[in-house]
């Protein structure tokens, strides 16, 4: 029930692709959670959303609950985007805790 | 100006010994957090404390002790280290339980 898929795994990338990643979960959400984490360890929180879309820089989150499915776009991609992406859920009946996905790897190549 | 600070940043120990992760936000948040990275890069909830009450304890070892001693603060112990307690540990914070987090750097627990 609370698992949380991300897809792909991994993601290499030249400089200046169009990038997606994508998030799933089974059961009705309550608010989802993008972050990103440095190759250095730290997290940072992009977008939290619960319908429609948000857009910050060069950074889209979009989601679709009814097909219980979320995905970050980046633009003009840039090497500093390399990261680990994780996305994270808030299920309706499960009180108010986030459960994480394994993350997405992304090398982004000049 | 951190917002949430995690002391030390690195931690190398032997088995058997005792340990204390360190937390502290300045951030005013209701909510803090200590979550486990594994080598898969996994997060996953240990303890959740609402205004210093524990209101999330997942299966953790009972080698497991969070402690508040005020909203601001939660500190992780550890007794008798083992070799999979190795990983590292993020504590967070949000302004209240759910609604956005703000993550510290890290812990990078060795344990020898």
């Known amino acids: 029930k609370n698992e949380v898929e991300q897809s792909p795994q991994n993601l290499t990338a030249q400089e200046g692709e169009f990038i997606t990643i994508n998030c799933s979960y089974s059961?009705?959400?309550?608010?989802l959670h993008w972050l990103q984490q440095h190759p250095g360890g730290g997290i940072v929180s992009l977008f939290m959303l619960s319908s429609g879309k948000k857009k910050h820089g060069r950074l889209i989150a979009t989601i679709n609950i009814q097909e219980k499915h979320s995905s970050l776009h980046i633009t003009a991609s840039h090497p500093r985007d390399s990261a680990v992406y994780i996305c994270a859920v808030r299920y309706e009946d499960t009180g108010n805790q986030f459960y994480f996905g394994t993350g997405t790897s992304l090398t982004v190549i000049p | 100006d951190t917002a949430v600070s995690q002391t030390p940043k690195y931690l190398v120990t032997q088995m058997g010994n005792d340990k204390s992760i360190k937390c502290e936000q300045n951030l005013g948040h209701d909510t803090m957090y200590w979550y486990k990275q594994d080598s898969k890069k996994f997060l996953k909830i240990m303890f959740s404390?609402?205004?210093?009450?524990?209101?999330i304890n997942e299966t953790v070892p009972n080698r497991f002790s969070p402690k508040s001693p005020d909203k601001a603060h939660l500190n992780l112990h550890i007794n008798s280290l083992e070799l999979g307690d190795s990983a590292v540990y993020f504590c967070?914070?949000?302004?209240?339980?759910?609604?956005?987090?703000?993550f510290g750097s890290g812990t990078r627990l060795t344990v020898v």
């Open positions: 404390y609402n205004n210093k009450e524990l209101i």
């Open positions: 967070a914070s949000s302004l209240r339980q759910g609604f956005g987090y703000t």
């Open positions: 059961v009705g959400i309550s608010a």
